[in-house]
């Protein structure tokens, strides 16, 4: 289900959105605003959401903050009626610009892709800066743009206590490393499209069903349903388990689907393997 949009306002650079604000209503699974070489911060107010990376799941509600460096990721589960996110975006040809050191020479490197950010009175205080600026635009030009995207990627380096402001910003091209197994395993008994979960493999879906064969020697739809029924028959085995929160639970988006895959491989509807197991 892919979001109402109630206002989305921007400040660019050279056709490249700096800062922006989104209203926008509840959805189930929508791709990340950003694309693949820039890193983004963002600020979530009146709402709340997941993060899914290709190996964790983050939470953000209200009132906090969330880093995440160049990768693909899902924004999933905003139920509110409405949610802002008030977002600055890192571009590496344009710190480049704003930072007269190479930031592509330092080592430095963070091991994580996204994490939650506290939100403390320096960042509350930037966001509400820039909120007024997205709401009052003819007061911008692009020197005063740039000037407050270094600021406040120095802010944002002091709270990660990085060695320097370059070592920081350099961090945010170096993509996190990822195992492919490591990534089938962690999502797994999520309720991911063959599709979406190629794409946070960063692949084609032609490339991910090749390399899933090579690693599992089975078809990944077969492996991957196989595994919820699995995960399914020992909550089962637990009376105290609802049939509906398991389905859930297992990756399954409703419980018909649920029903139908789980008699399909164990030749007995969830209702008659309970009763035969408890």
């Known amino acids: 289900m892919n979001p109402t949009v109630f206002e989305h306002r921007k400040l660019c650079f050279q056709g ?31 709402g709340d959401m997941i993060l899914r990376t290709p190996e964790q799941t983050i939470q953000i509600k209200n009132g906090e903050g969330l880093f995440a460096k160049c990768g693909n990721y899902y924004f999933e589960r905003q139920t509110s009626k409405k949610m802002t996110l008030v977002a600055a975006y890192f571009y590496p040809e344009i710190l480049k610009k704003i930072f007269t050191s190479d930031i592509l020479t330092s080592k ?10 506290v939100v403390n009175k320096l960042l509350s205080d930037f966001k509400e800066n820039i909120s007024y600026l997205l709401e009052n635009p003819e007061v911008v030009d692009d020197s005063y743009l740039l000037t407050k995207l270094k600021e406040f990627v120095i802010i944002l380096s002091k709270s990660e206590n990085a060695p320097s402001v370059i070592d920081f910003v350099a961090s945010f091209f170096k993509p996190y490393e990822y195992d492919f197994k490591s990534i089938i395993e962690k999502n797994k008994y999520a309720d991911l ?10 692949m084609s879906l032609a490339s991910f069903k090749r390399k899933f064969n090579t690693y599992y020697n089975t078809p990944p739809k077969q492996y991957l349903v196989a595994e919820k029924i699995n995960k399914a028959q020992q909550m089962l085995k637990i009376k105290e388990n609802r049939i509906v929160d398991i389905a859930c639970d297992c990756g399954f988006e409703t419980v018909t689907a649920f029903n139908r895959n789980f008699k399909k491989i164990t030749h007995q509807t969830p209702t008659e393997f309970r009763n035969i197991s408890v």
Do not use: P, W
Request: with cysteine; proline share 0%; net charge negative.
């Open 16 to 46: 490249k959105i700096i800062f922006g604000k989104y209203v926008m209503g509840a959805f189930d699974r929508i791709e990340k605003f950003f694309q693949q070489d820039e890193a983004c911060f963002m600020f979530i107010d009146n």
């Open 108 to 117: 430095h490197e963070t091991m994580y892709d996204a994490k939650k950010v």
């Open 193 to 202: 499209s063959l599709e979406e979960l190629a794409k946070l493999c960063g």
